[in-house]
């Protein structure tokens, strides 16, 4: 059993090898079938990042050509969703950047769409009343890009450290304020739909 | 404090070193667990992370689809782009020498010639004023109460010549400037047709906001809009130009383009995407972020309706004013509305909320009027909207087959306006704060922010006690601000819900202070964020705004 699933593995490695060398040479179906296979998970990453759809699409798409021309740097020391990951959040977030130069216009402001504003009657989920993208839209740029990347995408604060060009011990400091921040909005939501639920009823 | 609060908070601080990296020990670990298992404000922000987590790898779907079409076109043509400008770069390194040699020789024969030929300058500018056509200039977009000259203006009926002043009120209005300029006014503003016949044409914004689109502008010629003296000279470009509500400041935000900014002798350039602002003496230049764009291309949004020279034009009027009118699944404006719209098949809806008015197929042919009434449906028998063809009798305007509640009329079947048979599926449930709300975000998502902020305003109008509709103040506040670019009603919301109070004042203070900084009160501004300061001192944003209130003060 052991040796069928190396088979496999080592199958499945190849394969994507022999891919990703296809796509660096230029072979136009590999490329349409790579972008495929990515495009779902490079959009979701984007939009999560970016507050702005339109900017989230651009941004999507700027990333998977990244993607493409890059494949000849892609070794298979990991996944190829891995490797296409920190390729999307470092386009994601130049695109951010040249986004918002501003320092403090705007971008500071807490889009609190919605929030106070829960259900009139018991939220369908008994667990949380939003999905979970109606509260990144909420926090601030730099907040939310943290946040994403620790608990998305699994990295480490050194990691996202070196993809944010930040001292470790802003992306902590900035980790700690978002998921304060989301905690102030959960349970806000929460107690409004209490009272309510408390004046329907 | 609560037990159970201060256990909240214990779990909550650990959880959060967890995330930065730091090892909890056993013990630690062993509370987080038992405290989460127990308390339901820990499960619910448990799920949220849970959520994050794992829903990455979603299955490709329509929009994936479309996003590997798009990239794949975008990454083509960019590198059609590259072939072409490498070909261009290597031939221009093999001109040959004789070949440059000749053009030199053929550019200095042609110089003399000039030279002995030319006219004197006086007969050259009558000469080139004079080859220029007389500029067509055309109301040709009416939202809302606008006025002409002091008289309510309609598309195709209203006359403008130079001297002309268009105002706004509660809505919008655009001209059309030959060759290829469209002017659009925001609400509450008032602009000046003061040189359009000339090749330097000028508008003098009076008060408020206008932005302009513009075809690359034939030799010779510009567009100019002046604002307390301040000119904004367009260079084939989109701009927009606002003067602040106490008439002190002037905003120049550049779309696309460039546009040279400032007095006659003391002029800069403004490039796309970057925002001039003049106070006296002083002028500013900042980046602005494609959000804070937004708005500016908002008002220039009606400008597709008129691409085509080929047109029809489109009345609406009804009661209730305000009413929203969807042109091909677009929202084009609010009624009373007079505009050009392209020739042919469309399909039109207007709504006042949720409630749909009219829902009908339309079809125009080349110069015809659409005039088009609508009527609030009385509760017990709804009265259908009416529609008269003015100008075109042949022109065809087919029913929807589906369509239930719209009847077509002649202007004189117009009064009575007959009942329609009640529909048996027609009666609806009303619509409850959630839904209302789902509405708006929905809205919010898909960039109709002017309908969001009406479902905003209908929550609060149907649902004032509740807490619901207290707390959306903040968010229609934070629309207007950002999106609709509406200081002054923003204020309003903001106010109006920091009197009533609640736990949304931190954030109504900040978007607060953010209109106050757009409307340019210094002063104002200061003092909200020495409250904020007071009131909220350990905020997130309390060390930005500090360092605000440092550069207001050393401003002043």
């Known amino acids: 059993m052991h040796s069928v699933m190396n088979t496999l593995m080592d199958g499945a490695v190849a394969a994507d090898l022999s891919l990703m060398k296809r796509v660096a040479a230029g072979d136009k179906h590999a490329q349409r079938v790579l972008a495929h296979r990515l495009a779902a998970r490079v959009g979701r990453i984007s939009q999560r990042l970016l507050r702005n759809r339109a900017d989230a699409e651009d941004a999507a798409q700027m990333a998977l050509i990244e993607i493409l021309r890059s494949s000849g740097t892609y070794k298979d020391i990991s996944s190829i969703e891995r490797w296409a990951d920190r390729i999307t959040v470092r386009t994601v977030l130049r695109h951010a950047r040249d986004q918002r130069r501003k320092p403090w216009h705007f971008s500071s402001l807490v889009d609190v769409e919605s929030l106070g504003a829960a259900p009139e009657e018991p939220a369908q989920s008994e667990e949380t009343a939003r999905p979970v993208e109606d509260y990144l839209q909420e926090l601030p740029a730099a907040r939310r890009e943290v946040l994403v990347m620790k608990h998305s995408l699994g990295y480490t604060t050194e990691e996202i450290a070196e993809l944010t060009d930040n001292p470790v011990g802003t992306v902590k400091d900035r980790l700690v304020a978002a998921r304060k921040q989301l905690r102030k909005l959960i349970t806000r939501d929460a107690r409004v739909r209490a009272r309510d639920l408390e004046k329907t009823s | ?556």
């Open chain 2, 1 to 556: 404090m609560s037990e159970a609060h201060n256990g909240f908070e214990h779990w909550a601080t650990l959880m959060d070193r967890q995330a930065a990296g730091e090892q909890l020990t056993a013990v630690e670990l062993a509370f987080c667990e038992r405290f989460a298992s127990e308390h339901p404000a820990c499960r619910e922000e448990l799920v949220v992370y849970e959520q994050l987590a794992s829903d990455l790898d979603v299955q490709p779907n329509e929009a994936s689809r479309a996003l590997v079409d798009a990239t794949l076109k975008r990454m083509e043509a960019e590198e059609a782009k590259s072939a072409f400008a490498e070909l261009g770069l290597l031939r221009k390194r093999r001109v040959p020498m004789l070949a440059l040699a000749s053009a030199v020789a053929a550019v200095a024969a042609l110089f003399t010639l000039y030279l002995h030929r030319a006219p004197k300058r006086e007969d050259s500018d009558l000469r080139m004023a004079q080859s220029v056509p007389v500029s067509r200039v055309e109301l040709v977009y009416a939202s809302g109460q606008v006025q002409v000259a002091g008289e309510a203006a309609t598309v195709g009926r209203t006359f403008l010549r130079e001297g002309s002043v268009i105002e706004t009120e509660e809505g919008s209005a655009c001209v059309l400037i030959d060759p290829d300029i469209n002017v659009c006014l925001a609400a509450r503003s008032r602009l000046r047709l003061s040189q359009i016949t000339s090749n330097a044409r000028r508008l003098d914004l009076l008060v408020g906001k206008a932005s302009t689109r513009l075809a690359t502008q034939p030799e010779g010629m510009s567009l100019s809009i002046v604002a307390d003296g301040i000119a904004s000279t367009a260079v084939g470009t989109a701009f927009s130009v606002e003067r602040s509500a106490d008439g002190r400041a002037v905003v120049t935000t550049v779309l696309n383009g460039k546009v040279r900014v400032g007095h006659a002798d003391d002029t800069r350039i403004v490039t796309a995407h970057e925002r001039s602002v003049v106070l006296g003496s002083r002028a500013d230049l900042t980046s602005v972020s494609r959000v804070e764009e937004a708005p500016s291309w908002a008002l220039l949004g009606p400008t597709v309706l008129w691409h085509d020279p080929v047109s029809a034009t489109l009345e609406l009027h009804g009661t209730p004013v305000q009413a929203q009118a969807l042109l091909d699944d677009q929202l084009i404006g609010v009624a009373p509305l007079s505009s050009l719209i392209p020739v042919g098949s469309h399909h039109l809806v207007v709504r006042n909320g949720e409630q749909v008015l009219i829902d009908r197929e339309l079809h125009v042919t080349a110069g015809e009027t659409a005039e088009i009434a609508y009527a609030l449906p009385a509760p017990a028998a709804p009265t259908p909207d009416a529609v008269t063809k003015l100008d075109a009798p042949a022109a065809k305007l087919d029913a929807r087959s589906n369509e239930q509640n719209a009847k077509l009329l002649t202007k004189e079947q117009l009064a009575p306006a007959p009942a329609l048979p009640e529909e048996p599926n027609s009666a609806q449930a009303p619509k409850t704060a959630a839904q209302w709300l789902a509405e708006a975000r929905k809205l919010m998502r898909e960039g109709r922010f002017a309908e969001a902020a009406s479902s905003y305003q209908t929550i609060m109008q149907q649902f004032p006690d509740t807490e619901t509709a207290r707390t959306v103040l903040v968010s229609l506040g934070q629309l207007q601000l950002v999106q609709l670019q509406a200081p002054e009603l923003a204020l309003h919301s903001l106010d109006n819900y920091l009197t009533r109070g609640g736990s949304l004042a931190e954030e109504a203070r900040v978007a607060r202070i953010h209109a106050l900084s757009t409307m340019h009160r210094d002063a104002d501004e200061a003092a909200a964020i020495d409250e904020f300061l007071v009131k909220h001192p350990r905020s997130l944003e309390a060390a930005a705004l500090r360092a605000r209130l440092a550069t207001l003060r050393g401003v002043r």
